[in-house]
């Protein structure tokens, strides 16, 4: 398991082709949700690109992940320096949820809600269409929202790419075959 993680912190897979993960951050709530749609804190854990605030507006998300973490570790053969998808807002409710479409299959599903001083972040990614993908992606998730936390507690974060690398293999053994 990681530093930053406990067995809870962990992507379940609780129905086919989808993944659902919780953090508790925190707050104000507000704050978060600043994390999530605002370009220049989104690319501090996830990815940048500008954001319209409406239902079905499109925006791209730029991953640069060897900038989220100094040193960022060893970047996996096969990974560019920077990787660019399309998505489109599907769920709109600020600052309590965020929905959007994964490029061209899949969707993300984001719901805050105040806990005491903090807010749980809680992201269902569906329609993942295989092991693989799952493997990548619950990896990646939890990559990207365990720097979220360290960005907003003031840990210092793990190199990037080494605890994606890392977590991937322990998703491997969690995920059914």
Same mark, same amino acid.
Not at 5 to 27: I, N, Q, S
Not at 62 to 75: H, Q
């Given at each position: 398991?990681?530093?930053?993680?406990?067995?809870?912190?962990?992507?379940?897979?609780?129905?086919?082709?989808?993944?659902?993960?919780?953090?508790?951050?925190?707050?104000?709530?507000?704050?978060?949700?600043?994390?999530?749609?605002?370009?220049?804190?989104?690319?501090?854990?996830?990815?940048?690109?500008?954001?319209?605030?409406?239902?079905?507006?499109?925006?791209?998300?730029?991953?640069?992940?060897?900038?989220?973490?100094?040193?960022?570790?060893?970047?996996?053969?096969?990974?560019?320096?920077?990787?660019?998808?399309?998505?489109?807002?599907?769920?709109?409710? %600020? #600052?309590?949820?965020?929905?959007?479409? $994964?490029? =061209?299959?899949? +969707?993300?599903?984001?719901? !805050?809600?105040?806990?005491?001083?903090?807010?749980?972040?809680?992201?269902?990614?569906?329609?993942?269409?295989?092991?693989?993908?799952?493997?990548?992606?619950?990896?990646?998730?939890?990559?990207?929202?365990?720097?979220?936390?360290?960005?907003?507690?003031?840990? %210092? #974060?793990?190199?990037?790419?080494?605890? $994606?690398? =890392?977590?991937? +293999?322990?998703?491997?053994? !969690?995920?059914?075959?």
């Amino acid at each position: 398991m990681t530093d930053l993680a406990t067995r809870d912190a962990y992507a379940t897979h609780a129905e086919p082709a989808t993944l659902t993960l919780e953090r508790v951050l925190p707050g104000p709530i507000e704050e978060v949700w600043a994390y999530l749609v605002k370009s220049e804190l989104r690319r501090q854990w996830l990815a940048a690109g500008d954001m319209d605030l409406r239902m079905g507006a499109t925006f791209e998300l730029v991953w640069r992940n060897d900038e989220l973490t100094d040193p960022p570790g060893t970047r996996p053969e096969g990974f560019g320096e920077e990787h660019r998808m399309e998505c489109t807002i599907t769920e709109l409710d %600020p #600052p309590y949820r965020l929905g959007f479409t $994964w490029g =061209r299959s899949g +969707g993300v599903s984001i719901a !805050l809600a105040r806990e005491g001083k903090d807010v749980r972040l809680t992201l269902v990614h569906r329609r993942l269409p295989d092991r693989g993908v799952m493997l990548m992606v619950g990896a990646g998730w939890h990559a990207h929202l365990d720097l979220l936390v360290a960005r907003r507690t003031g840990a %210092p #974060p793990a190199p990037h790419w080494d605890h $994606w690398a =890392r977590l991937k +293999g322990e998703y491997d053994k !969690l995920l059914p075959g």
